[in-house]
Nanobody, 115 residues
Framework: QVQLVESGGGLVQPGGSLRLSCTAS????????MRWYRQAPGKERELVAR????????FYPDSVKGRFTISRDNAKNTVYLQMNSLKAEDTAVYYC????????WGQGTQVTVSS
């Protein structure tokens, strides 16, 4: 069955960095666009990064552009989210997402940006 497992979250000070990982199984990872979303308390889930199947095309909303970088290693069935210059407003649960015949989500990893 399809599984997405995130890791790498934690507590970081403002201005710091974190790298999230999401390892996929149960489908042909290299054939699918992958996405990272986040959801802060009391807010809707929002897209923060998208990468196409071969890694040649990426998308970021303005809120994270220039600070976050999505990448993937199809040999390892893993997608990454490098987050730099973190701000308090980046605090959220971060989710990995794959759209196959339906949406699949990981369990989420908490990122807390606080001094």
């Amino acid at each position: 069955q399809v599984q997405l497992v995130e890791s790498g979250g934690g507590l970081v000070q403002p201005g710091g960095s974190l790298r999230l990982s999401c390892t996929a199984s149960g489908f042909t990872f290299s054939s699918y666009t992958m996405r990272w979303y986040r959801q802060a308390p009391g807010k809707e889930r929002e897209l923060v990064a998208r990468i196409n199947s071969d890694g040649g095309s990426t998308f970021y909303p303005d809120s994270v552009k220039g600070r976050f970088t999505i990448s993937r290693d199809n040999a390892k069935n893993t997608v990454y989210l490098q987050m730099n210059s973190l701000k308090a407003e980046d605090t959220a649960v971060y989710y990995c997402n794959a759209l196959l015949f339906r949406q699949y989500w990981g369990q989420g990893t908490q990122v807390t940006v606080s001094s």
